[in-house]
Every structure is written in structure tokens, then in C-alpha cells.
């Protein structure tokens, strides 16, 4: 089983749509989570990190549950600029950082 | 320094050549990380140091690579008799020791091994 595993999509949505992607972790020991944004040929860049109490960052919602060792990601009102690959991602104290495969968003007008 | 710099952005090699990568990390991070991308994967973890202690290699990290960070500044990944499933991004990141706060990504190496 993989460590984080991802639906690798593609999600193809209009502008204005909310999407959601989910995440799983194996690991119950993992201790921080985040989810990090990849365009095209370019490298990863942190998007937000995710805390069990839930948080938002403008139209961007992230959410934890430990228990079920669940994790997602709400875009709403999407922009063609959101069109990326998004990287779920979990660590533990001490190690390195463990990637999703990713998920692909592709907004269209 | 406003970033964390990779060199060479590519690099093609013959298969059983040998090629070094440098990366710059961000200069008050204390840690360092080498990850490795191919095509529809994410990346994945190859080894890391804090400052010049290297603490922890991946299964990945064959005995044909080797990483080095002499007096925990920038890093080289070394790449011995190069084979053509080494073909990939090779990506460097820095960190400041505190998970909570994520990685900062350099641009990576792209390597191509004809």
C-alpha cells in the first residue's frame, strides 16, 4: 500500500465550479500534512498546509481527520489560473516530507 | 538569496556516465532535501541532511549515488555509470527544521540519459 495515495484524475472542470479532491495516508504516525500545488515542468510550491481544526485560505479549504486518516481539498469559484496538479503531502517528526502521486485540475471558460 | 538554486537546469548524458548536480539551499535553512520526479509521479524522497550530516538515504539511492553537503552549505548528488531508468527531475529543497512549515523547491535538474 502506498503511503499517500491520491485520485490522480484529470478533474475537468468549468470556471466557476467547486471541485474536491481526497487524499489517504497509511502512516498513523504522521504528524503534519500539507498540500502543495505543481504546474506544468515546474517544481512543487507549498499551497497551504492543513490542520486537524480544518482551514481556509481564501477559495481554497483544506480539512484533516485523523482518525480516518483522510485528508481533502475544496477549490471554490475555479480559475483557469488553478488548472495545476495538486500534491497531497504528510510527514512525520523527524523525516522527510512523503508525496502523493497528484491529482490533475484542469479548468476550462 | 531569495530561493533555493539548482544547477544544471538540464543535462543530457550518455548511459554509463557520470553526472553531478549542485544545488544552493536557502541560506538560513538548515536542512536539505534530494527528491526525484518522473512523468504522472510525485516526488519521491531520495536522502536529507541537516547542516553537513546526512541522516537519512531512501532505498531509491543506490549505491551508484551519492550526496554530499561539506560544511552544511550547498549539496552535490553525484550519479555514477548512469543508466537510462535514471532519466527524471531531480529536485533539491530546503527547510528550516520545522515540519510545520513545508519545503521550499528549487527549479530541479532535468536529467535525460541517452
Known amino acids: 500500500r502506498k503511503e499517500v495515495e491520491q485520485d490522480p484524475g484529470p478533474f475537468n472542470v468549468p470556471e466557476g465550479a467547486t471541485v474536491a479532491f481526497n487524499c489517504t495516508y497509511s502512516?498513523?504516525?504522521?504528524?503534519?500534512f500539507f498540500w502543495y500545488r505543481q504546474d506544468c515542468r515546474k517544481e512543487p510550491k507549498l499551497l497551504m498546509s492543513?490542520?486537524?481544526s480544518g482551514n481556509e485560505d481564501g477559495r481554497f479549504t483544506a480539512q484533516l481527520n485523523r482518525a480516518s486518516q483522510y485528508i481533502s481539498l475544496l477549490i471554490r469559484d475555479s480559475k483557469l489560473s488553478d488548472s495545476a496538479t495538486y500534491l497531497c503531502?504528510?510527514?512525520?517528526?523527524?523525516?522527510?516530507?512523503?508525496f502523493g502521486k497528484g491529482t490533475t485540475l484542469s479548468v476550462s471558460s | 538569496d531569495t530561493g533555493v538554486s539548482q544547477n544544471p537546469r538540464h543535462k543530457i548524458t550518455k548511459r554509463g556516465q557520470n553526472v553531478t548536480f549542485r544545488c544552493d539551499p536557502i541560506?538560513?535553512?538548515?536542512?536539505l532535501y534530494w527528491y526525484r520526479q518522473t512523468l504522472g509521479q510525485g516526488p519521491e524522497f531520495l536522502t536529507y541532511f541537516q547542516n553537513e550530516a546526512q541522516l537519512e538515504k531512501s532505498r531509491l539511492l543506490s549505491d551508484r549515488f551519492s550526496a554530499e553537503r561539506p560544511k552544511g552549505s550547498f549539496s552535490t548528488l553525484e550519479i555514477q555509470r548512469t543508466e537510462q531508468g535514471d532519466s527524471a527531475m531531480y529536485l533539491c529543497a530546503s527547510g528550516a527544521g520545522f515540519e510545520d512549515y513545508g519545503y521550499t523547491f528549487g527549479s530541479g535538474t532535468r536529467l535525460t540519459v541517452v
Open positions: 503531502v504528510v510527514n512525520q517528526a523527524g523525516t522527510a516530507l512523503i
Open positions: 502512516n498513523s504516525a504522521s504528524q503534519s
Open positions: 541560506s538560513e535553512h538548515n536542512r
Open positions: 492543513v490542520y486537524s
